[in-house]
Structure formats: structure tokens, C-alpha cells
């Protein structure tokens, strides 16, 4: 082993001498101190922002295309960026945001039993052509051909892929049922007239779940499952939404709702009965019966953006690829589905639309990107002093309250003025903004805190932004 060691001496000298340098460490999102949590610093995000007015409209070619103001704000605190007509970039507070959205569904879904998979976007011609909507959709799908002239879809839905994947398990038991599968992915729609930025595009997130019973009794249960999950989905980000009766469109089935929120610049008109809560999609009734079908009372019309859809589809699908399961009786039955869409892209869009200022940016509080945004003063200033105890704050902040690692941000762009850096907070809607200005110097030390969601601005010392902080929920 000595000779061994002395012949390695000998020749690595000459080997590390022709190492190359030693590298400079890679630049990080964030600042991270020996020993201390990891900052994030804003001054390394990507993040584009456009805003000036004329720099949005550039984005988009024409100021018709700015029609909603979820639209122009998203371009303009760089959280989107166009790609072409109806597809974006989706840049980092939007895919975090998006995180957010997605964890809280899979929480649900998994609550009442759903199992999440994931399957191919391109989806074969022939499942399609099968169920007779390859003719029906029509100039909807993206349809292309491969190499070997085999024909497919971009997939905008997947009962076709979903029920052929159940038919192949041959041996199902009703003992095993239901099944409730979901994923999360791209969908694609050509759309004619794409428009209202993430609220109607031609490439999208849609959260999509296939139910399979073993009859149609088991199958309104978990249809009013599902539909109670999306609820508590509503309740939870604070969003106000109304389930209405819906038409079965070209997915089919005996029966379908829809999930809106209410909006002025919605393309669904929605109507409504205060005697009986009926409501309904003026799509679905009789144009020359005024009243409510289930009363006849007065109907009031509203506008809304579809953000869900659930349908309850029998045997539409399962009698076409004879996807079956052995009953009790140990015969051979089909299955009973229903299908749900929930959008997950048009979620995020629709609440920045319902929530915001026509200035600002304002999040359900569990999809903010970020919780916390700490500005320290500019260099240079009176104030100057104080970055460093905003600095420990950060540290404290994280160490206290763990639910929070990760959510907090400081801006330290302390080239810029202080009121400059609360003009983009406000602007994208961080729910607490904390500055160390004049009072940051006193003792003790107090923060100016914006509470963006309340629209309060208190000034408290480190306990006290503490104990406010410690009530928020992170990630």
C-alpha cells in the first residue's frame, strides 16, 4: 500500500499542475450569509417588468388586446410574457404562484380520494375517431401527423385516452371501485380568437379528473364529491363563485355544471332565481320561457368566467371501448364515468381580475408568490443605517416563524429610492411590504408595515411584526 502511495505522490503533481483554475462561484437568487437562512434578493429574480403603459401595448401589437386589466397587469410586473396568440411565457412569481394553486387542488383531490397520474399530450387519432369528436371538435384540436403519417391531437381533454387506459385492465373488480384519477397538464385549444390573456388562450393548465363507478347511483355520489371539493377550493382562496346548470357540449353525458366567478367581462351569461336558487347558463334554457323553469319566478342575469366544469357521463365513453369491471354477480359490466375540469391558469388570471385595483395587483393571500417584501433604505440616505438591522430582521423573520422560509424577499435594490421599491410592491401585490425607514433608527426599532390586502400601514417593533407575521400561512 506504501508503494503504492509513494508511485501516486510521484506523478499527481505534474496532473494537478495542468488543473485549471479554481471557478468563481455561480451568481444565486439569493444572498446567503455563512450560517444564516438564505436570502432571496429581488436584484437577481428574472423578472421583467413593463410599467409604462406604452411598453405593455408593444408587448401585445394592439391596445384592443388589452380588453382586462388581469391582462394588463400581468405583462406589465413581468409576470407573463407573449410567446405568439393565445400562448405565454409563464415567468417565475406566475409558476410559483401556479405552485401554490396546484398543491391546494392535489389536497383536495387526494382528500376525497383522488390519485394522480399523467398522461401524453399527443393523443392518437383513432381514440378519438372512436367516440366521433376527431369530426365533432373539428378546427378546435390541434391535429398533426408524424413521420410515419399516423395522426394525433394536442390533447384539449383526455376521456378518450383515460377510458382506453381502464379498458386494458382486464381484470377490474367492483370491489376496487371507484377509481378517481386526475392530473395536471398543458391542454390545447385553437382557439379563434384568443383573448383576455390567460383567461382565454390556445395552450393552458387545466387540472382534469375521470371518475369510474361501478353504477349510476355510485356515480352522482362522487359527481356531489367532487363538486363539494371544488367548493371548499373556492371558500379556501376566498373567492366568491357560482355553480350553475350547464350544457354538455361536445364532452356529452346526462348532465353538467359550471363553476364561475362573477365578472363583468365574462362571455357566459349566467342567470339566477331569488325565490329558489336555481341557476342556470342562459345556454341551457328556453329563450321564450322568461321565468324559472323550477318556480317561475323572476330570473337576474350576470356575467361570469368559467374557472370549473364537471360532467356526469354514464357509459358514453366506457360503451365505446367496452371498458368494463366484473360485478358482484361476477359478470361483466361498464363502468360509470364522470369527468371535471378545473382551470388552473384561468383561476390565477380570474382572481387577479376579481381581487385587484385597477393599479395593482392583489392575490387570494395563499397564491402570493411571496409573502413578505423587505425594503431597506437607499444607500446613501439618512437612513442608510438601518440596512443592516433590516438585514437581521430577515433572518428573524425566517427563524421564528418557519412557515415562512422562503416566502420573504428583500429588495435590495438600494440604488433606488424607497419610495420607488413600494411602488412595485404595491404593484404586485406582496401581501405584507415591511420598510426601515426614519423610525428604523429609533429605540426600539420600529418597521413601517403595509398590510396590502386590508390596505392598513401600522408601525411596529420586531415583536410585534412578528407576532403579525406569525399568523400567515406560507407555502
Avoid at 412595485?424 to 413601517?448: N, S, T, W
Wanted: charged share 25%; aromatic share 8%.
Amino acid at each position: 500500500m506504501e508503494r503504492l502511495l509513494r508511485r501516486w505522490r510521484s506523478f499527481s503533481g505534474p496532473l494537478l499542475s495542468r488543473c485549471p483554475p479554481s471557478q468563481p462561484p455561480l451568481c444565486r437568487a439569493y444572498h446567503h450569509p455563512p450560517g444564516r437562512v438564505k436570502r432571496l434578493a429581488l436584484s437577481r429574480f428574472f423578472q421583467p417588468q413593463n410599467l409604462r403603459e406604452d411598453q405593455v401595448v408593444g408587448l401585445e401589437s394592439r391596445v384592443s388586446e388589452l380588453t382586462c386589466k388581469s391582462h394588463r397587469l400581468m405583462l406589465q410586473t413581468g409576470l407573463i410574457h407573449p410567446a405568439g396568440p393565445g400562448c405565454y411565457h409563464y415567468l417565475p412569481f406566475t409558476v410559483r404562484a401556479m405552485e401554490k394553486l396546484i398543491r391546494m387542488i392535489d389536497q383536495e383531490m387526494q382528500a376525497i380520494g383522488g390519485q394522480k397520474l399523467d398522461m401524453p399530450s399527443l393523443c392518437s387519432a383513432k381514440l378519438w375517431r372512436a367516440t366521433g369528436r376527431w369530426q365533432l371538435m373539428g378546427k378546435e384540436l390541434f391535429q398533426l401527423q408524424d413521420r410515419h403519417n399516423k395522426e394525433y391531437c394536442l390533447g384539449p381533454t383526455h376521456e378518450e385516452a383515460i377510458t382506453s387506459l381502464m379498458a386494458s385492465q382486464k381484470t377490474l373488480s367492483y370491489r376496487q371501485l371507484p377509481h378517481l384519477l386526475y392530473q395536471v397538464t398543458r391542454k390545447f385549444r385553437d382557439e379563434p380568437r384568443p383573448r383576455f390573456g390567460l383567461l382565454r388562450g390556445r395552450e393552458f393548465y387545466m387540472k382534469d379528473m375521470y371518475t369510474f363507478d361501478c353504477s349510476a347511483e355510485a356515480a352522482h355520489q362522487t359527481y356531489d364529491l367532487v363538486c363539494d371539493a371544488y367548493g371548499r377550493l373556492f371558500d379556501r382562496l376566498g373567492l366568491r363563485f357560482v355553480r350553475v346548470q350547464a350544457a354538455v357540449g361536445s364532452i356529452g353525458g346526462t348532465m353538467s355544471h359550471e363553476f364561475h366567478l362573477p365578472l363583468n367581462i365574462g362571455e357566459d351569461t349566467l342567470t339566477a332565481c331569488s325565490n329558489c336558487g336555481f341557476t342556470a347558463n342562459v345556454e341551457t334554457l328556453d329563450p321564450k320561457q322568461p321565468n324559472c323553469p323550477v318556480c317561475q319566478g323572476k330570473l337576474a342575469e350576470t356575467k361570469g368566467v368559467e374557472v370549473g366544469h364537471t360532467f356526469y357521463l354514464g357509459t358514453k365513453y366506457s360503451s365505446v371501448f367496452n371498458t368494463e369491471f366484473i360485478n358482484a354477480q361476477g359478470k361483466p359490466s361498464l363502468v360509470e364515468m364522470g369527468c371535471y375540469g378545473l382551470g388552473v391558469t384561468r383561476i390565477l388570471a380570474a382572481a387577479i381580475e376579481v381581487l385587484s385595483t385597477e393599479e395593482c395587483i392583489r392575490w387570494p393571500r395563499l397564491l402570493a408568490p411571496y409573502q413578505v417584501c423587505l425594503i431597506p433604505p437607499k444607500k446613501g440616505s439618512k437612513e442608510e443605517m438601518a440596512i443592516e438591522p433590516m438585514e437581521t430582521l430577515y433572518d428573524n423573520i425566517a427563524e421564528a416563524l418557519p412557515q415562512l422560509q422562503g416566502e420573504i424577499l428583500l429588495d435590495d435594490r438600494t440604488h433606488l429610492t424607497i419610495g420607488n421599491r413600494l411602488k412595485d410592491a404595491k404593484k404586485l401585490g406582496y401581501p405584507f411590504v415591511v420598510i426601515a425607514g426614519k423610525r428604523a433608527l429609533e429605540q426600539p426599532c420600529h418597521f413601517e408595515v403595509w398590510c396590502q390586502n386590508t390596505e392598513e400601514v401600522v408601525f411596529l417593533p420586531k415583536q410585534g411584526l412578528l407576532d403579525l407575521l406569525r399568523k400567515v400561512q406560507g407555502h
